[in-house]
């Protein structure tokens, strides 16, 4: 299976240096024609789209650059899913489970890959709700939704070290995706060409204090921090706009055959190894080339 992934960020390079096999393009694509051109050339089974724009240092950055935020995360998926119909081939795009805020209607609070979107004024998860919901009406795409990714290997991106550098962190409880796992999801999607909205997150809740308390039993005992709550986060003038804090039912991924490990289990192995390549002093700038 031939995959040609687009964006050469943090989970374009992530993935590229997964799979041996896939092909990974990092030209800037502003129209259907530059799409066509990368998939006459390689001919891909499927795309994977993991361009977009979230924001350097953080998402709060798209606040201030609504325009490119909009081309990044709207219009760049609209593009490359119109030369992806055109040449028959399957794409899938990653959305991200931040277009929900806070409970949802359901009696468990979750939201379903079916519910509206209710991204509140938020630049990021307007763009990102925006190339979801009409994405979502097309034959032969998938749409990936991802949150917080939490990785063993040590990088900026990386939920862990976000965690483990912060003074204050906010005491909040989410549904998370753990990259390893979101790896293998993406891929099994591919292969399937299965269409729809997939929540690709691992089923249970994690708390950021437990993710804390893992890191300070597995790799820096004398870590501190102060928790805040979520609403402390904008008061105390640390971010311009609240976060989305949510949890998410993963209910599209089984009807196609796809299980992901459980939260707790996979957030262990996953900081076990993190321990691994701190002790050996690995970072993402050494493993991978993003
Ligand atoms: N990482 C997360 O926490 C997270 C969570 C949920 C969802 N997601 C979604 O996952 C996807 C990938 O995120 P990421 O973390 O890998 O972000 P990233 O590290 O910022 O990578 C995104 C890449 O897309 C490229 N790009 C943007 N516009 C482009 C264009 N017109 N043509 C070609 N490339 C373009 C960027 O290039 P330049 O930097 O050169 O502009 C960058 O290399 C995004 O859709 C994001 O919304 C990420």
Known sequence: MKILIIGGGYVGNRCHEAWEDSVLETGRITTKEDVLKFIDEHKPDAILNAAGVRGKPNVDWCEDHQLETILGNTKLPITIAEACQEREVYLLHIGSGCIFYGDSSHEDKKWREGDMGNPVDVTY????????????????????????????????????????????????ENSVTIVDDMVNVFRQLMEKKAPGIFHITNPGTLKHREIV???????????????????????????????SNNFLASENLSKVGIEMREVHDAMRDTMEKYAELKKKGESSDKILTC
């Open 125 to 172: 998860s307007r763009t990102k709700w925006a190339a979801d919901l009409v994405l979502s009406t097309l034959p032969n795409v998938g749409i990936g939704r991802i949150r917080m990714p939490i990785d063993y290997i040590p990088s900026l991106n990386n939920m862990i070290d976000k965690l483990a550098t912060f003074p204050k962190v906010i005491d909040v």
């Open 213 to 243: 308390a893992l890191y300070e039993e597995l790799v820096d005992p004398g870590h501190t921090n102060e928790w805040i709550t979520n609403d402390d986060l904008v008061k105390q003038g640390l971010a311009t706009k609240g976060r």
